[in-house]
């Protein structure tokens, strides 16, 4: 069997490397459109539950992620200019430079003789002549593009503006800042990925954007405005910038994972938005279970593929459920803000995607639930649960 996998990131690496250890038997290349080196972007962030199931498919491979990441056991989130601190459970979330995840992957990929193609762009798909074609080539992948009727795509974008930059500090820990500033509504999302780096997401919704005329800003004027808007933050520095375009959110969703022999993972298949930082743990972990597919298939690639939304769809869909959620709580960032207190703001917060209740923060965050009864935060429906 023939496996072509288009994408040479965090998911088509991952992988290429699962295959080549629990499938040998297949015969694959990785194609990758940028340098090895390129360095776009700044800090990812891999989730501690989501690294347990990375550390069961490639245990080697995730210890020596975790000794590049750096791991936070506490969020500060700032409403009206409350702090308020969330201690996570365990050792919390881990960041990493995104340069190191993909150099820790391509060594370990190298090692297992894996042929990836760097600075190749595959502009026809159709060229491609394995059993089994990967999109694994993120929001925009030409794999999805060259039959976005087979795989039933959709998409539309939401209404808050973002732009993600870098700051050459640590920050003490993940943080999220929520400010009203001159009549718009801006959000900071930041998290120390180095000993001197961090990333920070700078969000504001569609009102402020067009009340302010963002639209007609340059890209410099935009950075400065969030330079000023948190400037206590940021403490004199300003954002660094690395091709750091201001978007709003592609939602993307395919109703068919695959297409006759071409497939889908990772943001290709779902986009998930940034708010619930697990956007390259999805995307790994649907690798996981594609290559168990693979593995299991006995070179059947339709097969495979079918295995492959059985394994995974169930789980996936919650993920990408939760990420609904979340995006659709910002898209209303304005409303929150101006409606609760810090304390009722903060439980609204964190119970946004429905996967935790009372009784799971309980379980989970009990001093942040002890501060949040005292403040009288919770609904009195809610807080006997």
């Not at 994408?7 to 629990?22: H, S, T």
């Not at 210890?63 to 969020?75: P, R, Y």
């Not at 060229?127 to 795989?151: C, H, K, N, P, Q």
Request: charged share 20%.
């Amino acid at each position: 069997m023939k496996i072509d996998i288009v994408g040479g990131g965090p998911a088509g690496l991952f992988l290429a490397i699962l295959l080549a250890r629990q499938a040998p038997h297949v015969e694959m290349e990785v194609i990758e459109q940028n340098a090895a080196d390129a360095t776009f972007g700044f800090g990812v962030v891999l989730a501690d539950t989501g690294l347990s199931r990375l550390s069961d498919a490639a245990p080697d491979v995730c210890a020596d992620l975790m000794k590049a990441m750096t791991f936070g056991a506490q969020q500060t989130i700032v409403s009206q200019e409350t702090p308020l601190t969330v201690k996570r459970p365990g050792q919390g979330g881990g960041a990493i430079p995104r340069l190191t995840l993909l150099n820790i992957l391509q060594e370990h990929a190298a090692r297992l003789k894996i042929p990836v193609t760097y600075s190749s762009r595959v502009n026809d798909i159709d060229s491609l002549a394995g059993d089994i074609v990967v999109g694994a080539d993120g929001v925009t992948s030409r794999v999805r593009a060259s039959d976005e009727m087979g795989f039933g795509t959709t998409r539309r974008e939401l209404t808050n503006h973002f732009a993600w930059f870098g700051v050459g500090k640590a920050f003490e820990c993940p943080a999220l800042v929520f400010r009203e500033y001159h009549g718009g509504y801006f959000v900071a999302h930041y998290y120390p990925y180095s000993e001197t780096m961090s990333t920070f997401v700078a969000e504001c919704d569609h009102q402020t954007w067009t009340d302010f005329g963002l639209e007609q800003w340059s890209l410099d004027e935009r950075q400065k405005l969030f330079d000023t808007v948190f400037a206590q933050e940021l403490g004199g520095l300003g954002l660094i910038s690395n091709n750091s375009s201001w978007r709003q959110f592609p939602v993307i969703r395919n109703a068919n994972w695959f297409c006759g022999n071409r497939v889908l993972i990772g943001d290709a298949l779902a986009s998930a938005h940034f708010s619930i930082g697990s956007g390259t743990r999805i995307a790994m972990e649907d690798s996981i279970a594609l290559a168990q597919a693979i593995a299991s298939s006995d070179t059947d690639a339709q097969r495979a593929l079918a295995g492959y939304v059985a394994l995974r769809r169930a789980s996936k869909d919650r993920l990408i459920s939760a990420s609904e959620a979340s995006y659709l709580w910002y898209e209303n960032i304005r409303e929150w803000m101006t409606t609760f207190n810090p304390h009722q703001f903060v439980y609204q917060f964190m119970t946004r995607t429905g996967r935790l209740d009372v009784a799971r923060l309980r379980e989970q965050y009990p001093e942040l639930v002890r501060e949040l009864e005292s403040a009288q935060a919770i609904p009195a429906n809610e807080a006997l649960l």
